[in-house]
């Protein structure tokens, strides 16, 4: 690796991270609304039986935790041959990777969302989650950014100042 670091999160983290959380909060934000104060017109009676309304209010709140914790979350990450740059796009940590202690993914999101957790806590926390760059044909094998960081944390470690580990 060069010293330009190199991206390694998605460009469509910026829709993940921004985008779709407020059309998705929005949407259901406004259909949850009108099924509240609008008379339902289809079924002839004067209002959207209870059962609708609370359901949409679960669905609101569940789904707004959910892309919380899947979407607004994410960080854009870029990676040199010492460093992790990690921005939430409005502020850029540098991290050394001797830091890393260990790269997980979730492989059932399509996205395969990286987690990279920290032996000690950056100003993000002790763990930043990305969205690496898009791949076809992976849909169930690990993303290869994960070896990447791994190998990458791995050579720093080596040529770090850290005690060796046991």
């Known amino acids: 690796m060069?010293?330009?670091p190199?991206?390694?999160s998605s460009l469509w983290t910026v829709f993940y991270k921004f985008l779709f959380p407020v059309?998705?909060?929005?949407g259901?934000?406004?259909?949850?609304?009108?099924?509240?104060?609008?008379?339902s017109t289809q079924s002839?009676?004067?209002?959207?039986?209870i059962g609708v309304k609370l359901g949409m209010i679960a669905l609101l709140l569940l789904g707004s935790a959910f892309v919380y914790w899947s979407c607004i979350r994410l960080k854009k990450v870029r990676m040199d041959s010492k460093y992790l740059y990690i921005s939430n796009y409005l502020e850029e940590l540098t991290v050394p990777l001797s830091q890393v202690e260990k790269v997980t993914e979730w492989r059932w999101d399509n996205t395969h969302?990286?987690?990279?957790?920290?032996?000690?806590?950056?100003?993000?926390g002790?763990?930043?989650t990305f969205i690496p760059k898009l791949r076809f044909f992976?849909?169930?094998?690990?993303h290869p950014v994960v070896d990447q960081i791994l190998n990458a944390s791995s050579q720093s470690y080596l040529y770090s100042d850290r005690p060796s580990p046991g």
């Open 6 to 8: 190199e991206r390694l």
């Open 28 to 39: 259901l934000s406004l259909g949850t609304f009108s099924a509240w104060v609008s008379p």
């Open 126 to 128: 002790s763990k930043v």
């Open 113 to 124: 969302p990286v987690t990279i957790h920290f032996s000690r806590p950056t100003e993000f």
């Open 44 to 49: 002839g009676s004067d209002s959207t039986p």
């Open 23 to 26: 059309l998705w909060f929005g």
């Open 138 to 142: 992976g849909l169930w094998s690990s």
């Open 2 to 4: 060069d010293n330009q």
